[in-house]
């Protein structure tokens, strides 16, 4: 549904004060439980609610306008949500003093619950939000200024504090994995080596790896469930994307090396990060897919054009079944068949040339990222029967971006 102007205007500006508050993992909850609230209580830098009854007809009408004001504010700090006051999310009714359904709140970073008691459609909500946060906006201002910084998708790998500490287990967007250290020389050294790991998913957006001191700070790291009974230095945990729940411990038995971190964490994040920061060589690629290009390359190869033809065809029926990004990648198999067919076998190698010689030191990461997934699809039409070689200057050329 199209917003008239004045909608607009209102969403602008409410969206540019909350450009400026910290971020946090907000999103439309329909149906918050006492668990979640808690954990936006107070780190949001603003939550619009509705408390509700199931038995409550009035209740029912708001949903379609609270399910509008959620859709506006999905990628913004703002966490939108409805909660059962009598039942999932009852301690947080009793909370707030609320015993009348339907109750609309505006809860600040400072805990305290503002009343709604204008008109209930989408306009209305939406002045009233923009009141409230442009009311507080001075003050988490002020207050961000003397907090620490809190850890970030993509940077590099954080030594937090007990505050870092909260805010990377709620970061649930993020796959977050987190060393706990002590004070040994083994522990020092695998700092040094998460540092690497660091480093190495500094360009993956999804992705925070940071690391503790567990004996300075084995309060917080037992409230999230973080710490055996009896601990030992090092460890490594892992907090799945999407979830709260306490994180899963990895063995760093028999090795700590770079190299199996690494493994562990793209296994576990769903990445494909190499030690460098560039995409391994398994980005953009598919098994299925591999084995099609093998055969396709051998059947263009010895002039079977009709053979090579039903192998495209496979693979076009595999692509189909893709989807999103994988779709994508999928559809770049398909586009070096046609290639190979109009301009002979050739041209997958004269291509991952011309890949090479775009990339410069001011290339982007992002375009890099691309760059490697497209040459790692040029190779599995290249040197699958030993015949073909990948051009030198195209398996080394990424390294240099990594930094």
């Not at 993992?25 to 509700?52: I, T």
């Not at 200024?145 to 007990?162: I, Q, R, V, Y």
């Not at 899963?248 to 990060?273: D, G, H, I, M």
Request: glycine share 8%; charged share 20%.
């Amino acid at each position: 549904m199209a917003l008239s102007g004045r909608f607009s205007l209102l969403l602008l500006l409410l969206l540019l004060l909350l450009a400026s508050t910290p971020p946090t993992s907000a999103e439309y909850l329909p149906a918050m439980s006492d668990a979640q609230f808690v954990l936006y209580f107070g780190r949001s830098p603003g939550m619009f609610v509705e408390f509700r009854s199931p038995d409550c007809a009035h209740c029912d009408k708001l949903k379609p306008i609270f399910d509008q004001v959620g859709a506006a504010f999905a990628d913004s700090a703002l966490v939108v949500g409805l909660l059962d006051g009598k039942g999932a999310a009852r301690q947080a009714a009793q909370q707030l003093g609320v015993n009348k359904y339907p109750t609309i709140l505006w809860i600040g970073a400072n805990k305290e619950g503002t009343r709604y008691k204008g008109a209930n459609n989408f306009d209305s909500f939406l002045s009233f939000m923009l009141q409230q946060s442009s009311g507080a906006a001075a003050a988490a201002a002020e207050a961000r200024a003397a907090a620490p910084a809190e850890p970030e998708a993509g940077a590099d790998c954080a030594d937090l504090d007990a505050e870092g500490l909260a805010a990377l287990a709620a970061n649930r967007g993020a796959h977050r994995s987190l060393l706990i250290y002590g004070g040994s020389q083994t522990c020092d050294a695998m700092t040094k080596t998460y540092a690497q790991l660091g480093a190495a998913f500094r360009r993956e957006p999804g992705v925070v790896v940071a690391m503790v001191n567990g004996r300075r700070h084995e309060d917080a790291l037992r409230a999230l469930g973080a710490l055996p009974q009896v601990p030992s230095f090092p460890h490594v945990r892992h907090f799945a994307r999407g979830t709260t729940r306490a994180p899963v411990e990895y063995s760093l038995e028999p090795t700590r090396a770079l190299k199996f971190l690494l493994y562990q964490n793209n296994k576990e994040a769903a990445t494909l990060r190499a030690a460098g920061g560039e995409y391994n060589a398994l980005a953009g690629t598919r098994r299925s897919l591999d084995i099609l290009a093998s055969q396709f390359e051998v059947m263009m190869r010895v002039g079977e054009a009709k053979l090579a033809a039903k192998v495209k065809a496979r693979a076009v029926a595999d692509v189909a079944k893709l989807v999103g990004a994988a779709a994508d990648d999928g559809g770049y198999y398909l586009k070096v068949m046609e290639r190979m067919e109009g301009e002979g076998g050739a041209w997958a190698e004269k291509e991952s040339v011309r890949i090479v010689a775009l990339e410069t030191p001011t290339t982007s990461a992002a375009a890099s990222d691309a760059m490697k997934k497209r040459l790692n699809v040029l190779r599995k039409f290249f040197n699958a029967h030993g015949e073909h070689e990948m051009p030198e200057e195209a398996g080394t050329v990424f390294q240099k971006n990594a930094a």
